[in-house]
């Protein structure tokens, strides 16, 4: 089954919500970056989180970076989505290997201390930037956090990536439902009474649960309405038009140095690992490119 969004709204729009199928493209970024369990799990939920977020927005050439700067042995994630579900994300320490706490993958320790920014950008002069303190290093509590201090939208965030037993991906997802300001007292005590009592979102999605099941669960008794579904992907743009102009923008006497190596260099895209090979020749046109 291909990776989607759903959105939709409940209780007379009282509350929005979102869910996504991610396994495919949390797959992709983990045989891309060569993840380790926990890293895997780490850069998966951001990534489901990203895509969701991303789908949040208005225009089609907005987008938003989640990006997490930690004291744990992970160092940090970067991921970046946009308004149509295209999505891409990469871990400073891709081979963190952490034992397992309580069971599970210990997301937790890996991330350790550390902040969370959301960046914005939606084509205006400057940026959005919001941030907040991690709270669990978790992911979907972080988010959940930062929803209710920056952007004052009371929300609920779960995410989830499970794990074969040859450190695939089994299944990955999430859902984030919003409730609005308006949201009236019985609708917000049934859906906080819905959310206490659903499992987690990896014990749904192993269990076969779509994101539309997933949402009707966590939105149960409060008329739930699809509006629409998109699908969702790992994509990355770059190509090599765009990583001349990074090697081109270190300046002459970098190139210069490169040159005398009399090497052809590799550049990899730290957003999906494809590396981009350059000869001397290359570099020489580059380094007349760059006066």
């Not at 990534?47 to 930690?70: P, R, Y």
């Not at 939208?153 to 409730?179: E, H, W, Y």
């Not at 020489?284 to 760059?290: D, R, V």
């Amino acid at each position: 089954m291909k990776d989607y969004i759903v959105r939709a709204a409940a209780a007379n729009a009282q509350i929005r919500a979102f869910a996504a199928s991610t396994t495919e493209l949390v797959e992709e970024a983990r045989s891309r970056h060569n993840t380790s369990p926990v890293a895997t799990a780490a850069l998966g939920r951001l990534l489901t989180g990203g895509v969701m977020m991303g789908s949040m927005m208005k225009n089609a050439t907005d987008v938003l970076t989640l990006q997490i700067q930690c004291q744990g042995p992970i160092g940090g994630l970067t991921v970046t989505a946009d308004a149509q579900g295209n999505v891409k994300g990469y871990v400073n320490e891709p081979e963190v290997i952490l034992p397992p706490k309580n069971g599970k993958l210990d997301v937790g320790g890996a991330l350790g201390l550390g902040i969370l920014n959301v960046i914005k950008d939606m084509g205006l002069k400057e940026p959005y930037s919001g941030q907040t303190i991690l709270q669990t290093g978790e992911i979907a509590e972080d988010l959940t956090y930062y929803f209710a201090t920056s952007e004052q939208v009371p929300s609920s965030v779960g995410l989830g990536v499970l794990m074969n037993k040859d450190n695939t991906v089994r299944c990955a997802g999430g859902f984030i439902v919003q409730v609005m300001p308006f949201i009236e007292e019985p609708v917000l005590a049934k859906l906080e009474e819905n959310i206490a009592k659903i499992q987690s979102v990896t014990s749904m999605l192993d269990g076969g649960h779509t994101p539309e099941e997933m949402l009707s669960q966590v939105l149960e008794g409060l008329d739930m309405e699809v509006t629409d579904t998109l699908p969702a992907q790992f994509s990355c743009n770059c190509s090599k038009e765009r990583i001349e102009k990074v090697i081109i923008s270190v300046g002459k006497k970098e190139i210069r140095s490169m040159i005398d190596d009399g090497e052809t260099i590799e550049v990899k895209c730290h957003f999906c690992n494809t590396a981009y090979h350059f000869t001397v020749e290359e570099l020489s046109e580059l380094l007349k490119k760059s006066r």
